[in-house]
């Protein structure tokens, strides 16, 4: 069964101070991981797709990269803007036909000012 | 660019009610993906639709049932309400084969309290 675990739950940050969040997978043969940013009470808003160990992807102030076995996100210089839960998901090749998203609990992540 | 649409935004109901939820896609997109998300949990996922068939399923009784129409519109339906199912319900759209496929994209969700 596809796993998915994010560290920490929940991670204060002042203003400017750089950090990274966690999401380790194990899932039978990786199609894609997923980083997602969800608000209070509305709906996942996608950020970043990873294929394979070695690729990043760069947004703003977030960066992703990807390795066999977990998935980093990077926030340098973070603002109190990118208070939010940020949402790790996996999809599993599984001889394609699988097609679900399997979520992680998430990281509430509060940047104070 | 239209995104994910969906409604109502909350919805509260009686237990042993019946509830219908709606989702329309982005634009471009032909296959719809229902979630569930408890309280402080990763979204769970419930089916998607295809080409107007259910494509795949996940861990959840068959009193949840969805459809998608002609236009890629889908809807969720969920008989014999229990209290467990008050959560936010999300739909997320995609393309249904090609190499952007594998990405989901979301509605803002439907949060539906069970009393």
């Known amino acids: 069964e596809d796993q998915v675990t994010q560290s920490p739950e929940a991670l204060r940050l002042q203003e400017g101070e750089s950090s990274s969040l966690n999401c380790s997978y194990t899932v039978s043969g990786l199609r894609g991981l997923f980083w997602y940013r969800q608000d209070p009470g509305k709906g996942p808003e996608f950020l970043f797709t990873?294929?394979?160990a070695g690729e990043e992807k760069e947004k703003e102030r977030l960066k992703a990269t990807l390795t066999k076995k977990e998935s980093f996100l990077h926030i340098t210089a973070p603002k109190p803007e990118d208070s939010a839960t940020y949402l790790c998901a996996v999809q599993a090749e599984s001889g394609g036909s699988n097609y679900k998203l399997t979520f992680g609990k998430g990281t509430l992540l509060t940047v104070n000012p | 660019d239209a995104g994910v649409t969906q409604s109502p935004t909350h919805l509260i109901k009686t237990r042993g009610q019946q509830v219908t939820l709606r989702c329309s896609p982005k634009s471009g997109h032909d296959t719809v993906s229902w979630y569930q998300q408890a309280l402080g949990q990763g979204p769970q996922f419930i089916f998607q639709?295809?080409?107007?068939?259910?494509?795949q399923r996940g861990n959840f009784p068959d009193r949840f049932s969805g459809h998608q129409f002609p236009n890629y519109s889908s809807e969720l339906n969920v008989n014999a309400l229990l209290l467990g199912d008050s959560a936010l319900y999300l739909c997320a759209s995609s393309l249904g084969s090609g190499v952007r496929s594998y990405e989901q994209y979301f509605g803002p969700g439907t949060r539906l309290t069970v009393t």
């Open positions: 639709y295809y080409e107007e068939e259910e494509r």
């Open positions: 990873l294929y394979s």
